[in-house]
């Protein structure tokens, strides 16, 4: 079940030492997928790429600003030019900064949002085409559950609005690709152990926030990437415009 054996897929984001970016490349290359990881962070990208390469399996990586058109469209050419196709997209990469209104730049607002929705934008326009030719496509946006209450213990209302902001443009996007076999669906998930809260909190601090979680812990990373890796699968073709909730329990819709 749930086989990505021969699947070429787009991650973003993934270059981040404990990041879900990561966890679902890794996870995706150890189901027989061609690993594509962008990330602005180039170390991080091609520690990944060693990784999985190291395991026998298919990788490259690009140093990739997912605010910007021209880098995205350069990830797209060129894995199209190695692979031939693109059957996976998984919009991960995002930032988070903690400000309150009052005190955010107009600088800010745009680059959170640019790194955070309008990424995902550009990267479904640069991948659809091929797509829709081949009738064949599993997007997957991650959102965040701060999408739908607002951040709790860190964050902005930038970040807030760039995640609820993916949640209606992936709803949307069903609308107009779900005739070409291509499913759109977005992860929302809660609290989980990485480090886009400015750093991984102390044990301490990660106790205190899980008091409120009725899991009583952080999510891992990899719970995260095996639902992605569900929702890119042939399997999960009749599934689109689904949000998956991946929090403990923290907050049901
Ligand atoms: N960790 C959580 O608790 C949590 C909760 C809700 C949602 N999410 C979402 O999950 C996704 C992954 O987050 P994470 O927790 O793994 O965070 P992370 O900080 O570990 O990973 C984010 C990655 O995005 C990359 N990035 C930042 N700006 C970029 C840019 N301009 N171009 C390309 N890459 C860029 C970073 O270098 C990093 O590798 C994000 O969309 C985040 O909003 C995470």
Known sequence: MFSLDGRVAIVTGAGSKRG??????????????????????LDGVMDVEGIIKAKGQEALAFKTD????????????????????????????????????????????????????????LFCRAVLPSMIERKYGRIINLS????????????????????AGILGFSKHLVQEVSPYGI??????????????????????????????????????????AAAICFLASEEAGYITGEDIDINGGVYMD
């Open 144 to 163: 965040s559950v701060a999408g739908k209450t607002g951040c709790i213990s860190y964050g902005g209302a930038h970040y807030c609005a760039s995640k």
């Open 20 to 41: 879900i970016g990561r966890a679902t490349a890794i996870s995706f290359a150890g189901q027989g997928a061609k690993v594509i990881i962008c990330d602005i962070d």
């Open 66 to 121: 997912v605010s910007s058109a021209g880098d995205i469209q350069k990830v797209v050419n060129e894995t199209l030019g190695k692979f031939g196709k693109i059957d996976i997209l998984v919009n991960n990469a995002a930032i988070n900064q903690p400000v309150k209104v009052i005190d955010m730049s107009e600088e800010d607002w745009d680059r959170v949002i640019a790194v955070n929705l309008t990424s995902a934008f």
């Open 183 to 224: 499913t759109v669906n977005s992860i929302t998930p809660g609290t989980i152990a990485t480090d886009i809260r400015g750093g991984l909190e102390s044990e301490e601090k990660q106790m205190e926030i899980s008091a409120r979680i009725p899991c009583r812990r952080f999510g891992r990373t990899d719970e995260v």
